[in-house]
């Protein structure tokens, strides 16, 4: 092949472009030594000559320059018919192997179609041969159908026939597995109800079993009310109950009706409504009754009856069943005859037998008529303690006591008349209560009269819990909730000092008069323990009757849980704390009230030199050194209260003390520095006031040290307000007015200015207003 084939060869090839980055070519260009575009449409032939050959000279060099470039070109050629060669090679290869693959196709495909030919050729073959085993196989399943139906008809006709020889001699024990087999195959030959002879074999069985059912509550009527003269043996009628377990359930349950029904024809006719054991202070004979005869009816009868039948059981819930019948009935014509102490006679009575039957029925399952007149609740474990029963729910416990439910309002009065004389014994308590008579190490303590209360509470919570759950404790809710006001309003009110007990309820909006009022005198240390005794208690009334709601909310049926509220009660103990906690305050700050009185009355504009801290402080320090130990030890046992004291009393002193300070004008610059003095060491005892006194120091609470920095700060930048001067720089002392009181109104600006004795003409008081007004708008 010459080079002009090879070049049309590749001329008919795929052409194939290829694009460098431009930082590609300009390496290329490097390596080859130039960066001339000869392809470009802009070279210029003679100029690039010119450049080559600039010289004369350098013409000699011409024709080495030719032959470098021939020889180049030659290479070149080489190169490329080495190139398109190969690419030709390479096609013609690809060609060939294409050819290959075909050719193994079509020999593949020659292969599956006739494998296809082979497999449909043994399927048909398979066919051929299976399709008379498959006649047989359907031959053999009819004849087995037939010889199965042929026997069980065989046995029906023979079983019938047998059934009803036995029946007619009464062996029942011979007839119990023949029947139960003839049930069975009248099951298996359900499919054939268009044979009329089937279905006569059919008809006549049924008629045996209805015969016998007939039969067999004949036996028993004769054999328990024939007297003497019946020839039923017991042994026949255990028997006969085989047979009937495998009848219809119906003739069971009819069979036991009727038994128990005669059972308790004794006990309808002794506790009838017209005899007077009937009446409640007889009921506990009623259950002796049912005890004996159970004894009785297990010893004689026992072995007649099979065990899964539950006999005693049964006869025992319809024993239940009508005496809660019976005492229903009877209370209602005889209301009036009822009294708490007969009723609840009646109910322990009544309960202590539920909880004997659960004891011995323990682990059975009440009879179907019996289930569906009871909650669904399952029976526990056996159960040996009665308190733990009493904890779960048993399905006898109720089954009788139901019935005093609509009477238990007696119960519930009865409760409030016993409580109203305990509230009656803890107000006279109250009156003349001492500080030994509160529970705790010393003063301060839970009054005894609480816990008693509670105590009461717990008892008649678990009593009424176990005589019902519905609407009587909806009314005992309402009966606690009534007596814990009465507690709180009387007991705990009594219980403070009588001097100021009448002051409880109004501490609050008449706190300023009290603080005039110099003829009040402060309470003694036995009054502050009541005092201290009284928040305590609330505080154990307050979580006890949180705990109270919960244990109502679970005892009472789900229904009602979320009418149980005793949430104003918890507020009213809340109310009394917060009450208490301010008449402290109150009476702290009457002790203290002097000393800021001696403050007003000093001299501050003649002050010439700034000493130690004034006696007024020193005073006012004494009080605090002298009360708050006492109260800290009282509340001992309720810290966030002394804590809520704390902050109370600071919340309601510094803004006395602002006002006092206000009131010391005019004041001098020496002054106003010995205030500041003053004011920094009330603010240190301040800090301290949790654990003054204290041999150990805790840090204070950080929402009380808040609030005493917040507002001792304030009367800090009062004084250094009153120490700036003002001169004629109004606009200034107005701007540094706001940055240190930025909270402050006109009129405490004012009280500033009077203090620090500007003498200001009216109009330079209503610019400095106005400026006050824009600045403070602008901040």
Known sequence: MDTNEALDEKDNGPEVQLNFPASVMSRIEELMGGSEHFDSDEFDAVAYIN???????????????????????????????????????????????????????????????????????????????????????????????????????????????????????????????????????????????????????????????????????????????????????????????????????????????????????????????????????????????????????????????????????????????????????????????????????????????????????????????????????????????????????????????????????????????????????????????????????????????????????????????TLSTGDPMLELSAVFGKYLREYAGSVLQNALPRSHSNTVNNIVTNIHTFLKDESVVRYTKQEISKITSVITTSEYCLETTVHLEQKLKEKIHPSLSDKIDLGPEQDLFHKMIGNCIQILVHDLELACEPALSSMTKISWLHFDTVGDQSSYVTQAIMHLKNSIPILRDNLASSRKYFTQFCIRFANSFIPKFIQNIYKCKPISTVGSEQLLLDTHMLKTVLLELPSLGSDVKRQAPTTYTKVVIKLMTKAEMILKLVMAPLDNNLEGFVAQFLQLLPDSTLVEFHKVLDMKGAKLSKSQLSALDALFKETSRKL
């Open 51 to 465: 450049r080559v050959f600039p010289t004369e000279q350098s013409l000699s060099g011409v024709e080495a320059a030719a032959s470098r470039c021939e020889f180049r070109l030659a290479a070149v050629q080489h190169d490329i018919r080495r190139l398109v060669q190969a690419q030709h090679n390479q096609r013609k290869a690809g060609h060939q192997a294409l050819l290959g693959a075909q050719k193994c196709i079509s020999e593949l495909s020659l292969q599956v179609a006739d494998i296809n030919k082979k497999s449909e050729r043994s399927e048909g073959m398979v066919r051929e041969i299976t399709s008379e085993i498959k006649q047989l196989d359907c031959a053999k399943w009819n004849l087995t159908a037939a010889i199965t139906a042929l026997n069980h008809l065989h046995m029906l006709a023979g079983g019938a026939a047998s059934l009803r020889t036995l029946a007619q001699n009464r062996q029942y024990k011979e007839l119990v597995l023949p029947l139960q087999a003839i049930m069975e195959v009248l099951q298996h030959l359900e499919n054939y109800r268009d044979i009329r002879e089937l279905n006569a074999l059919r008809e006549e069985v049924h008629s045996i079993r209805a015969n016998l059912a007939e039969q067999i509550l004949a036996d028993f009527k004769q054999a328990f009310t024939g007297g003497s003269k019946s020839t039923i043996s017991q042994r026949t009628l255990s028997e006969a109950c085989g047979v009937v377990d495998v009848l219809e359930p119906k003739v069971r349950q009819d069979l036991l009706q009727w038994f128990i029904g005669l059972e308790l024809q004794e006990y309808e006719h002794l506790f009838s409504p017209e005899q007077e054991c009937a009446w409640l202070p007889q009921i506990a004979r009623r259950y002796s009754w049912l005890k004996k005869h159970l004894l009785a009816v297990e010893q004689t009868k026992g072995a007649i009856f099979p065990a899964a039948w539950r006999l005693s059981e049964r006869i025992a819930y319809h024993f239940c069943k009508i005496t809660r019948e019976s005492l229903t009935s009877l209370m209602s014509s005889r209301r009036n005859e009822i009294d708490c102490k007969l009723l609840l006679y009646a109910i322990q009575q009544t309960h202590n037998f539920e909880l004997l039957l659960h004891k011995r029925f323990i682990g059975t399952e009440l009879a179907p008529e019996a289930e569906a007149n009871l909650e669904e609740i399952s029976f526990d474990a056996y159960i040996e303690n009665i308190e733990d029963v009493t904890s779960h729910k048993s399905p006898w416990v109720g089954v009788v006591g139901g019935c005093f439910e609509e009477h238990l309002s007696l119960y519930i009065s009865s409760l409030d008349n016993n409580l109203r004389s305990l509230m009656d014994r803890f107000i006279q308590e109250a009156k003349n209560i001492e500080i030994g008579d509160c529970e705790g190490s010393g003063s301060g303590g839970v009054l005894a009269s609480c816990a008693d209360l509670f105590l009461f509470y717990k008892k008649c919570l678990a009593q009424c819990a």
